[in-house]
């Protein structure tokens, strides 16, 4: 079944480490994002990539980095875990072009104690 | 700054009744969407208007854009409580690459 895949669903990670959250689609689709979201303050863009080889920040960047190396995957790090990165995390993706649909993956919960 | 300001935050009403749901911003997008989230999923998308002044329906849901393209709104007739879910609008900025700005969202609860 096409779509988007996040993984891991959910996570309690300690302070300090460092953990890479998976995204996974199969539309083909060239732009893919990751947004968390909070209580309170919806869904905020963290990095972006619109094609495979380029990627941008979004609104909140700081203390998360991306790759895409194919057109497939778009892997999130947090390189040294903080409390105030504890939200869910969605991937999603869409056709660049045009005024298409976003498909968004479950999510992954994400807790740092 | 929130680029796009949705209310209201929260909506709870009774089963049969009509609601409202507005997203406004000061800036012009190319597009609006709305989507629905269920807890524990992804946001599914429901709507996309393009044109100032678009008026699209969806069963018993109406979505309009405004004549500037700064402003949606969300009209449910007679809510049921399968509505029940967070509704988010969503929309790419003119001149921007695309990247979807969404709203704070609006959680809605139907009661039977």
């Known amino acids: 079944i096409a779509g988007i895949t996040q993984a891991p669903t959910s996570q309690i990670l300690a302070a300090g480490r460092r953990m890479t959250l998976r995204c996974t689609q199969d539309?083909?689709?060239?732009?893919m994002y990751w947004y968390r979201q909070d209580l309170g303050l919806g869904l905020r863009l963290i990095h972006y990539s619109n094609t495979a080889g380029t990627t941008g920040k979004g609104e909140v960047p700081d203390g998360y980095s991306v790759s895409r190396a194919n057109t497939d995957d778009f892997p999130l790090t947090l390189a040294s875990a903080v409390p105030s990165q504890t939200s869910v995390y969605f991937c999603a993706s869409k056709d660049r072009h045009g005024n298409t649909e976003a498909f968004f993956g479950q999510g992954t919960r994400l807790t740092v104690v | 700054t929130q680029l796009l300001e949705q209310s209201p935050q929260f909506l709870s009403i009774q089963e049969g009744e009509n609601l409202t749901v507005y997203c406004n911003s000061s800036s012009v997008f190319s597009s609006l969407q709305w989507y629905r989230q269920e807890p524990g999923e992804g946001p599914v998308l429901l709507v996309t208007?393009?044109?100032?002044?678009e008026v699209k329906k969806l069963k018993r849901l109406t979505f309009q854009f405004g004549d500037a393209r700064k402003d949606s709104s969300l009209h449910i007739t007679a809510a049921q409580p399968g509505d029940t879910g967070l509704y988010l609008c969503?929309?790419?900025?003119?001149?921007?690459?695309?990247?979807?700005?969404f709203g704070k969202g609006t959680k809605l609860s139907v009661k039977p």
């Open positions: 539309m083909r689709h060239n732009a």
């Open positions: 208007v393009v044109t100032g002044g």
């Open positions: 969503a929309g790419a900025l003119v001149g921007s690459q695309g990247n979807l700005i």
